[in-house]
């Protein structure tokens, strides 16, 4: 089996405990982390897989022999044979000059002279003497080397297949890595080859004989397979031992550098290393701000090494993930797993986390439940998701997909009860009672859907974007890594990426002008304040009703169902909403912002702006007051020239056409911009005109169109809607930074000229 480039690979072990079946989660790569990508003639030759319809001709060009290969080979398979390597040619300046490709029936078997056997076996040649060949040349022209077609011949002397039958030939049939990573574990588990082929032909769901090889081949691999596991086993065993070695070299180094980094270990009886786990000075700095939640991300482990990674992560006030921690298990036990928790937990000076994410897994589970009882543990829902079509797409067949729609409408129910209904008439529905799966979900569903979790802290920690930007987080720490010693040090880079660089801050803009929205804006981060003027505009859309005994009821404009009880207790300032949305976020929910509205709250009580989402609670130096001032000054000289540029447009239809173009360009050139810049700052100081800069364009757009009288005035206000849009979307872009502004205007500006 060919050694893979990359030492891990996700788990395919399914957590439902049946070591038969296995997952392949959505979305996976096919090639593991960090593998080479496909080289350019492999790339070229799957391309010509489909293209290969017509058939070689005299004089064709190839790049290299290879790509004449591959060319013919499709072409073979396309018209119902195959085709072997026959003669080569070379010289001593050239090198190989010559290939000779031949059908697979070509020329004839030569016997062989045959040992003293008894009764020798009489294996008859498929060989027929056909004459189906082409002849590659190499040539140099302008100092480039090409190969081009020399002989070509299409005429053979027996019948040629059919597409089933093709399929079937020695050149065709073909193990692919995932397949034979599965016929091993089979192998290993007792399941004779037969058997092996049957379960692999249920497993994807094709017909007896649909699979690109067939049982011989099974045997042939397994056979060979067996030999060399036997002679690798040493080598991996003692590469493992010293690498792990090495390992530890590399932390016992790092901790003399850096005074805050952590590491232990533990070892078996025979003194051999098993378990290991470290931790950086600059992660357990942030953990102190931020370790309330966590996510341990179990999903990768070493082929090489035999080796579970766990990776412990979180979130900082400006929405980015952070590396807590690291820990390389020598199983998936729950007492492997204890001591990577435990042990964490003495890196992070005793402090519990208050909810961990994990995957689904009965060993994470009772590990958890065990070494943090006071943790409340929680299931991500991506996991879950990703492993849909493994655990359901086969039994569920053509249903699958509207299987997949309801459950996912079920996982985001607001209502315990709610869930339980729909969940037991989901299954009944699609008669998945008896499913391994539906009950390893059963079993886990106060761990995983919304209306059991809603009540707990997750920052922000199980929406899509955060889970974009973990995956990317993890692929790049193993990017490419064929060693530990290498991988330890691309942790090391990782962690450290955000230590002590300043963080820059985008400018936050007003959408209502309300002083409770004001308040937030100089408190929170931008990403902290971007999910609470969400909820402050949305509370406009609510209506609040004071009941008799003392609770308000909320409830949507629109929406007579999902109504929500909030209880204000004026003494303590405490509000307190029944949808959870500050217990599960941290960011008081539209319902408690309606109510402190009707109350005549100007600002958020600060009991409501927890700390891990203040910009004071920020690990880097952040200058957001400079920034701040700044950009409110240019916003405000923008907005009275945008509102001029309004009126002015609105006057006649030719105008208006014209700044829509202008715009609309400008608005994607500004986009596509780089979000930061120095000159932002530099412009800042030298207070720019930006009334004189705009004049010109004023005075472009008054005099140089002409005024069309006749323009109805219903037409322009349909009209003025579209124009205020682009307006103020380029008010609110060009507002992150101020060289974008300066560039907004320029082109308008020359635009106009």
């Given amino acids: ?74 072409f073979a398979r396309k018209n119902g044979f195959s085709i072997r390597k026959a003669r080569s040619t070379e010289s001593h ?36 003497g056909c004459d189906a060949k082409l002849y590659l040349m190499k040539e140099i022209v302008d100092g480039t080397t090409q190969w081009y077609v020399s002989q070509f011949s299409n ?66 691999f397994v056979r060979t397979c067996k030999k060399t596991v036997q002679e690798n086993d040493a080598v991996i065993t003692e590469k493992r031992e010293n690498d792990t070695l090495e390992l530890l070299d ?81 199983d998936e036990t729950c007492r492997s797993v204890a001591w990577a928790i435990q042990t964490f937990i003495r890196f992070m000076r005793g402090r519990h986390p208050q909810t961990i994410i994990t995957d689904i897994d009965s060993g994470l589970r009772d590990a958890i439940s065990s070494s943090l009882p006071n943790t409340k543990h929680i299931i991500s829902i991506w996991h879950i998701m990703s492993k849909l079509s493994s655990w359901f797409s086969l039994p569920l067949g053509l249903q699958y997909a509207e299987f997949k729609s309801e459950f996912e409408m079920l996982c985001y129910l607001e209502s315990v009860e709610d869930f339980e209904h729909q969940w037991d008439h989901l ?36 929406t899509a974007d955060y889970k974009r930007s973990l995956d990317t987080f993890v692929k790049g720490i193993l990017d490419e890594q064929t060693c530990l010693q290498v991988f330890f040090h691309q942790v090391g880079a990782a962690a450290n990426l955000g230590n002590g660089a300043e963080e820059k801050i985008q400018y936050m803009h007003m959408k209502t002008c309300m002083p409770i929205e004001e308040h937030a804006q100089s408190i929170l981060t931008p990403f902290a304040f971007t999910m609470f003027q969400r909820e402050i505009v949305l509370s406009m859309q609510y209506a609040a009703i004071e009941m008799a005994n003392g609770p308000f009821l909320v409830r949507h404009f629109k929406k007579m169902e999902g109504e929500y009880h909030v209880i204000w207790i004026p003494e303590d300032e405490q509000i307190h909403c029944s949808c959870k949305g500050f217990e599960h976020s941290g960011i008081l929910c539209r319902h408690a912002l309606r109510i402190l509205v009707t109350k005549n709250y100007f600002q958020v009580p600060e009991k409501y702006f927890p700390f891990r989402w203040r910009l004071e609670s920020s690990l880097v130096p952040v200058d957001e007051q400079t920034i701040q001032r700044a950009a409110e000054g240019c916003y405000q ?77 219903c037409v322009c206000l349909s009209l003025s809607l579209s124009i205020y849009i682009y307006i103020h979307i380029c008010m609110y872009v060009c507002a992150h930074t101020h060289t974008h502004m300066y560039v907004c205007i320029r082109h308008l500006l020359i635009s106009s000229t």
Avoid at 7 to 15: E, K
Wanted: glycine residues 6%; proline residues 4%.
């Fill in 155 to 220: 005429v053979h002397n027996h019948e040629l297949l059919e597409d089933d039958q093709v399929r079937l030939l020695p050149a065709y049939r073909k193990i692919q890595e995932d397949d034979q990573e599965r016929i091993l574990l089979l192998s290993k588990a007792g399941f004779p080859v037969n058997r092996i082929l049957k379960v692999l032909e249920l497993e994807k769901g094709v017909g007896p004989g649909q699979l690109p090889f067939i049982e011989k081949d099974i045997r042939n």
């Fill in 250 to 330: 590399s932390c016992k180094t790092m901790a003399e550098r850096d005074v805050g980094f952590v590491f232990d270990f533990k070892t078996d009886e025979r003194g051999k290393v098993e378990n290991i786990a470290w931790s950086y000075g600059y992660s357990v700095r942030a953990y102190a701000w931020f370790g309330d939640v966590l996510t341990f991300d179990t999903t990768y482990q070493s082929i090489t090494y035999g080796m579970l990674l766990g990776v412990w992560f979180g979130i900082d006030n400006h929405g980015k993930a952070i590396l807590f921690g690291c820990a390389l298990l020598q």
């Fill in 637 to 713: 000289a923008f907005h009275s020239l945008t509102d001029s540029l309004l009126t002015e447009s609105l006057i006649s239809k030719e105008r208006f056409n014209y700044v829509h173009k202008e715009l609309t360009a400008l608005l994607d050139h500004v986009r596509n911009m780089p979000p930061t810049d120095e000159v932002a700052l530099n412009l800042a100081a030298n207070n720019v005109n930006l009334e004189g800069l705009m004049s010109p364009l004023l005075i472009c757009i008054r005099h140089s169109l002409h005024i069309h009288i006749h323009v109805c005035v």
């Fill in 1 to 74: 089996m060919k050694p893979l480039n990359n030492i891990w690979i996700r788990r395919q072990q399914c957590p439902c405990g049946d070591w038969k079946c296995y997952i392949k989660s959505e979305g996976d790569e096919k090639n593991p982390v960090g593998s080479q990508p496909a080289k350019d003639g492999a790339s070229s030759s799957s391309c010509s897989s489909t293209e290969a319809m017509f058939p070689p001709y005299v004089g064709q060009i190839f790049n290299t022999d290879d790509e004449g290969f591959e060319f013919y080979s499709n």
């Fill in 427 to 462: 299954i009944t529905r699609f008669g998945m009672g008896s499913d391994k799966h539906i009950t390893l979900l059963s079993s886990n569903r106060e761990f995983w859907p919304f209306s059991y979790i809603r009540g707990y802290f997750l920052a922000h920690m199980m």
């Fill in 93 to 128: 300046n050239l090198g190989v000059y010559r290939r000779d490709f031949v059908c697979y029936r070509s020329g004839f078997n030569q016997p062989r002279k045959k040992a003293n056997i008894e009764h020798p076996r009489d294996r008859k040649s498929v060989r027929c």
